[in-house]
């Protein structure tokens, strides 16, 4: 049974920076394709960014790229997505999800086979 856990989520101010975390059990950590996707209320679930299974590609969604960084730590099973200068539009439930198998794009949800329960994040103005 592999699990994520989210952490690091809270309340920041506007031009402020926050680093959420992701930590996956089990042994087979680094042949997932990790990434952070973001919910906000009355709204779908958005593709934010993603990273390979070695930590040697990244993919960001436009509205973030710039500001959030996405990483991972394969030694400690964790993934990162730093975020800087936020904004209030990036309030939302963020998650962490992992891939298994290997696609040619990673910004659809139903590409994820595992979720994590969400951490929230709100950006006050």
């Known amino acids: 049974q592999v699990q994520l856990v989210e952490s690091g989520g809270g309340l920041v101010q506007a031009g402020g920076s926050l680093r959420v975390a992701c930590a996956v059990s089990g042994r087979t950590f680094s042949s997932y394709a990790m990434a952070w996707f973001r919910q906000a209320p009355g709204k779908e679930r958005e593709f934010v960014a993603v990273i390979s299974r070695s930590g040697g590609d990244t993919s960001y969604a436009d509205s973030v790229k710039g500001r959030f960084t996405i990483s991972r730590d394969n030694a400690k099973n964790t993934v990162y997505l730093q975020m800087n200068n936020l904004k209030p539009e990036d309030t939302a439930v963020y998650y962490c999800?992992?891939?298994?198998?290997?696609?040619?794009?990673?910004?659809?949800?139903?590409?994820?086979?595992?979720w994590g329960q969400g951490t929230q994040v709100t950006v006050s103005s």
């Open positions: 999800a992992a891939a298994t198998k290997l696609y040619s794009n990673y910004d659809l949800p139903r590409r994820y086979d595992y």
